[in-house]
């Protein structure tokens, strides 16, 4: 089915959309801390980024893939917390497109749009995420994203090699919204082809998807380092104290 056709159908009855949360890393930039847990004002971060698509209602249901050693602790989590929309904790693979594709299967057959969130991304607000949903649903793909503030040197041995146009430079934050279909066979072909991905709009661009971007938010960062942690926490307190 081409994705014209595609996207009438959706159009025709609503899209549904299933939120996968990938947060299967080993945080080997935290020095020993583990994000996925790591105290974010008085919680687990993991339970702030789940609850921001607990609270869309764009969002129909949720898929977590993480570590084995956390399936048990997240899901007593999901509990306390009333996350009520995390219909499956699954364990992650070697790669992060194999622990997307993983969650992917366990992705409720009705839901047209899958939204691939990063787990370490606890700040995404509402309207980051109404925002791909809906661009998704009309488009097939989208993903927010922020103009590139600091002038990028391509480097090559140590040397600069040459100066991108900083116009065209984007930093594509998530989550990244696929009509499901498309995405999961846009996923395999990368897979198979072992095409090394840093993100899953490469999934989609290297199988011809046009992925079209949406407003992000210096906000939506993600947590990869003890200094992000850090900012993470600040941000944190200025929106509950607004």
């Keep these: 089915m081409g994705v014209s056709k595609v996207l009438r159908k959706i159009s025709s009855r609503g899209a549904k959309c299933s939120a996968v ?20 004002c008085g919680e687990p971060m993991i339970v ?13 249901e949720i898929i977590l893939v993480t570590r084995e050693d956390l399936l048990e602790p997240i899901s007593h989590l999901c509990v306390e917390k009333q996350l009520t929309k995390v219909k499956k904790i699954c364990k992650g693979g070697e790669s992060r497109a194999e622990s997307v594709q993983l969650g992917l299967d366990q992705v409720g057959k009705d ?6 969130h990063d787990g370490a991304r606890p700040l995404v607000t509402d309207r980051i995420i109404h925002d791909a949903i809906r ?12 103009p590139v503030k600091d002038t990028i040197k391509e480097v090559h ?7 991108p146009d900083r116009s065209a430079l984007y930093a594509v934050q ?4 696929f009509k499901t279909d498309l995405y999961r066979a846009a996923l395999e072909s990368a897979i198979a082809a072992k095409k090394p991905l840093t993100d899953d709009c ?16 210096d906000e939506n960062l993600k947590v990869t380092t003890p200094t992000d942690l850090l900012f993470a926490e600040a941000l944190m307190k200025a929106r509950q104290q607004a």
């Design 111 to 116: 839901c047209d749009l899958v939204a691939v």
């Design 174 to 177: 998530t989550p990244q919204v």
């Design 135 to 146: 661009k998704a649903e009309k488009f097939g793909a989208a993903a927010p994203a922020i």
């Design 48 to 60: 702030h980024t789940i609850r921001a698509f607990q609270q869309s209602q764009d969002v129909t």
């Design 202 to 217: 490469s999934a989609a661009e290297a199988y011809g998807i046009r992925v079209l971007i949406t407003q992000g938010s």
């Design 157 to 163: 041995g140590g040397v600069i090699d040459s100066t």
């Design 21 to 40: 949360i990938v947060a299967a890393g080993k945080a080997t930039r935290m020095e020993g801390t583990d994000k996925v847990m790591a105290d974010l």
